[in-house]
């Protein structure tokens, strides 16, 4: 069986007030001819498909029109969850419809130990959960952290499930790949979200989404489709594409890179190398983030460098070399004053102001005075 | 055939504040009722499903709980459209797959002189359209009125329709009783929404929503389902319900009004004889506006209303003998000030103090000095 994974569309993503929706029509094509060469027998989305809990006109359009070519058109089986970014109801309504021509969106706790079967397969989706719902859901007080919460969902599902069958786990959250012990976890109650790989030990595959990186984890049964697109400037070096996952006596599992309309580049160099054209670019329409030294004189140079790149998203002066030291300042080691310091410079690339400095001392005290502060 | 004809549902409709949720589902669970004890072969909804375009997670759920109801436990086809309330594109979301189960939702103009057919009858669909969108959609400069819209619409339909077949028209628009003549017509042009009946020959029936009286219109052919509750207190006498039509030798059709969870009472008086229980209501939980005299001297009469009737929602002062009068003031043959001093006393409920006068008269000069104006 040919499983096409998916996940983390956010259609309706804007970067830095850029709608990037003709970008994801574009590689939403690119996945339907995929299909189209290369037949598959079902598609995973695995969370995320709206950026937004509230999506745009457009985005709700694209986000039917490729489903229901997937799904309607060529009669592909879909198993969709809801993500973090998404909003449940909307992505829930219309799922009674869509249940009955084998797409299978699932957004809610309940009945999440009855598997969706497909091609033989037991497919146990598991939408994106906080830790309150799932504490509240089970009526479980233990429930603390995101580890908590899946060791929980997977103990059930393990307990319903039939162990003869190929089990599949749907998910969107944040796999961590170190297996930490359960005496380091607890450090990070209430901050981390981190779930330990030692979870899934009784199914065959786990389809993930949530983080955008394809090879998040290196993992013999665990992946991550990674995002349809590159949506941040930190995701730039990051393939994108899907994966196909063919099951069968050994499970075979490819990242398929799809080619995007426009790239997105992140270029650190100099103002006037950029502007007098000694560095040049495949693409001049890709989106950029330029840091850029030598623009202390220049005259508007977001201006100047749209001239030869109209979508240039970002610009800031490149970072001296003290800063990015001054990033790695030890909290433990600091005081509030010289974190508050770092976090400025690293900010606003630049030191405080002495008058800066004198507003914080006056509300966040040093530690011989925190008795006293109100 | 048994039509089952309901409209402008306006679920997520919030009174003054309250959230009619509740009083939602309590009358869909009477459509439902009234279904199962009297089998209908459809349901046309005409319009307004939601009250805004970006409807509540509630209001969502409740209309996908709804129609699910309908559609696919009962199996019973449905027919609805777009209503000015409605956004097309959330209306439209999952309708590829609502298809497929006879549920026919139609929000655009595209494919409108292509009719459903249900049971042998063909229904033609026409979403709520402004004079902008159809002038663009048909590339005719003459449509300047609804009233041109829908003859464009009528036309082009008739021209296509088999006249051997029992033609439906389904809308969302303001039909006018009144046979406006042409040479009137273009008076409102750019202001009215009245549609002629004339227009409407060419069918059958005519099954509407977009007023909320049921008995909007007197007509042998054209019928108002109105709302499916009390949803201004414009409309406390309005009944409230759905409508029965019954196709066949001859076209019989039947308003079925239904119980809402809490009335809408409108009370006109004085405060004493409300707070000391001289007059009392059905139901003290019923949604109450009240225009009382004599609170002048009373400190806080919404709080002491509450206590007897916890969901008042509007509490005036009673209007006094000269403002009905004033409210018939005529724009033509009064100067600003009048006009001015006459909407300050309607809105307020007392004269305007000199001082807004002044403030008036600083930035609307009288007729006299208006060409020194800036």
Redesign the interface.
């Known amino acids: 069986m040919k499983i096409l994974h998916t996940g983390d569309w956010h259609i309706g993503k804007r970067l830095n007030g850029v709608d990037l929706i003709e970008d994801q029509q574009f590689i939403l094509e690119q996945l339907i001819e995929y299909m189209e060469e290369n037949p598959v027998d079902m598609v995973v989305v695995a969370g995320d498909v709206f950026d937004r809990s509230?999506p745009s006109?457009?985005a709700?359009?694209l986000?039917?029109e490729y489903l229901?070519r997937i799904?309607?058109e060529k009669g592909i089986p879909v198993l969709a969850i809801s993500g973090n970014h998404d909003?449940?109801?909307?992505l829930?309504?219309?799922?009674?419809?869509?249940e009955?021509?084998a797409?299978h969106m699932r957004t809610s706790l309940s009945g999440i130990t009855t598997p969706v079967v497909v091609g033989g397969h037991h497919f146990y989706m598991v939408p994106h959960l906080d830790v309150l719902e799932a504490k509240v859901f089970f009526d479980d007080e233990s429930i603390r952290t995101h580890h908590d919460v899946y060791r929980r969902i997977t103990e059930e599902i393990a307990d319903a499930m039939d162990p003869g069958a190929y089990n599949v786990l749907v998910g969107h959250m944040f796999i961590s790949e170190g297996k930490a012990s359960d005496s380091e976890r607890p450090l990070s109650v209430g901050l981390s979200e981190e779930v330990g790989t030692e979870l899934f030990d009784a199914f065959d595959l786990v389809l993930l989404g949530h983080l955008h990186h394809p090879f998040a984890i290196t993992h013999e049964k665990i992946f991550y489709s990674g995002s349809l697109l590159k949506y941040s400037f930190s995701e730039v070096k990051q393939p994108k594409g899907f994966r196909v996952v063919e099951t069968g006596e050994v499970t075979k599992c490819r990242f398929k890179p799809l080619e995007c309309r426009r790239d997105l580049v992140h270029y650190q160099g100099t103002f006037d190398e950029v502007i007098n054209e000694a560095v040049t670019f495949e693409d001049s329409r890709a989106y950029f983030k330029f840091e850029l030294a030598g623009m202390e004189t220049v005259n508007d140079p977001m201006a100047k460098l749209k001239m030869l790149y109209p979508n240039t998203l970002e610009l800031r002066p490149v970072k001296k070399e003290h800063e990015a030291v001054q990033s790695t300042v030890d909290a433990h080691r600091s005081s509030d004053a010289e974190i508050f310091e770092s976090f400025i410079e690293t900010v606003h690339g630049e030191a405080p102001t002495d008058y800066q400095k004198q507003i914080f001392n006056t509300y966040f005290k040093g530690d011989a005075d925190e008795t006293d502060s109100d």
Chains 1, 2 share one sequence.
């Open positions: 509230n006109q457009a709700l359009k986000v039917n229901y799904n309607i909003s449940r109801s909307r829930d309504y219309g799922s009674y419809w869509f009955k021509s797409y």
